[in-house]
């Protein structure tokens, strides 16, 4: 199913707003609008478990946050953040100069996520799974460049 039938589904039957769906092979991402978790989630957790029934893969519902740093705390739920740090970057692209000749640079964002020492293992998941799922969604909402778990 594509991006915007994931979403229309789960609008309907959720009765949340859905800000965006990632589809990751066995797993499906929700983005909610923000203050639209526990309506997406249900009772009890009970749509989750239909969405799950339906899709037939794995679901997790994020809310989304203006917030950068609030933002990147709900991509690592359920696991305990103990602090995040962002820093900006001023990065040489290489092989560009500019009129004067001088190296182009471009700004990068990067999050400095300190996980709680017993959830490290799990929020970066088996292969990288986790660590590469928040990276992705980071990048495509709030345009962070870089996560890193330490």
Do not use: C, Y
């Not at 797993?27 to 309506?39: A, P, S």
């Not at 989630?41 to 946050?65: H, I």
């Not at 933002?71 to 500019?98: C, H, Q, W, Y």
């Not at 959830?119 to 870089?146: C, L, T, V, W, Y």
């Amino acid at each position: 199913m594509e991006t915007i039938g994931l979403i229309t589904e789960a609008e309907k039957r959720l009765r949340a707003r859905i800000k965006d769906a990632v589809d990751e092979g066995e797993r499906i991402v929700f983005i909610t609008e923000k203050g639209h978790l526990g309506q997406a989630l249900g009772k009890e957790a009970k749509n989750l478990q239909m969405m799950r029934d339906l899709l037939k893969k794995d679901v997790k519902f994020v809310e989304w946050d203006e917030d950068k740093q609030i933002f990147i705390r709900n991509l690592f739920k359920p696991f305990d953040v103990a602090s995040i740090r962002m820093e900006t970057l001023a990065v040489a692209v290489p092989g560009e100069m500019d009129a004067s000749g001088q190296p182009v640079t471009k700004i990068k964002i990067r999050a400095i996520v300190e996980v709680e020492a017993k959830d490290k293992g799990k929020a970066i998941g088996k292969a990288g799974r986790n660590i590469s799922s928040i990276r992705h969604i980071a990048k495509r909402h709030q345009e962070i460049d870089e996560v890193q778990i330490v």
